[in-house]
């Protein structure tokens, strides 16, 4: 069966630190890959995806991923956090043979000034 | 561009009454999604729409849930009787078309409706 794991429920970050937020996914054939935010009382927004090519994928806001295969991984990641990056952070896999997104239970990630 | 509309913004009911959500998706939007999440948890797909019809509405409590998208665009969610259990965040959410195996694929989510059945 597919699943995501975000074994974190919270990351505590110091501004200006790197951060991670981990992320391991299950699925039996090749998978898609998302991250989604969610900041307080709002919608999820898209950060970014894997679909194919290079592991290290770029999104918005300075967030990176590496997709790792051989450890099915996907961690996000960032050089240096903001406190304006606190919110609840989303894993979400897709097998491509079908059109089931799986989700994770969300990481709350806190950047402290 | 207009995001996915989605109201009301706050429900407040009893347990057994019934309730209804609207969203409206991005327009040219075929796929649209209706999330349910829990405090704490990560968003659980409720139904899926392409177009007017359901891909998949596996995880939606057939007994109580009802969902429709008559004409391909907007979209009503509706639950009753109501349950303690229901209270939740609503997500709608839309995109391109999930058919195509795609590049552009992502998904763009409503606000959400927080309901609290008492």
């Known amino acids: 069966a597919q699943s995501v794991a975000q074994p974190e429920d919270q990351v505590n970050v110091a501004e200006g630190n790197p951060l991670t937020v981990k992320c391991t996914y299950s699925?039996?054939?090749?998978?898609?890959l998302f991250w989604y935010v969610q900041y307080p009382n709002r919608g999820l927004q898209f950060l970014l995806k894997y679909i194919t090519g290079d592991n290290l994928v770029k999104g918005s806001y300075g967030f990176e991923a590496e997709f790792n295969k051989s450890q099915t991984s996907f961690h996000l990641k960032k050089p240096s956090a903001l406190v304006s990056d606190s919110a609840l952070y989303f894993c979400a896999v897709r097998d491509k043979s079908n059109y089931q997104l799986i989700w994770g239970a969300g990481t709350k990630l806190i950047i402290k000034p | 561009e207009a995001g996915v509309a989605q109201s009301p913004r706050y429900k407040i009911i009893e347990k057994r009454q019934s309730v209804a959500f609207w969203c409206n998706p991005i327009s040219g939007h075929a796929t649209l999604y209706w999330y349910q999440q829990i405090l704490g948890q990560g968003p659980k797909l409720l139904i899926q729409f392409q177009n007017n019809g359901v891909v998949d509405d596996s995880q939606l409590p057939k007994d109580r849930f009802s969902a429709e998208r008559l004409k391909g665009v907007d979209s009503t969610l509706k639950i009753q009787p109501a349950k303690l259990e229901d209270s939740a965040v609503y997500l709608c959410a839309s995109s391109l078309d999930l058919r195509v195996q795609t590049q552009n694929e992502k998904l763009f989510f409503g606000s959400g409706t927080q309901l609290s059945v008492l």
């Open positions: 699925v039996s054939g090749n998978p898609y």
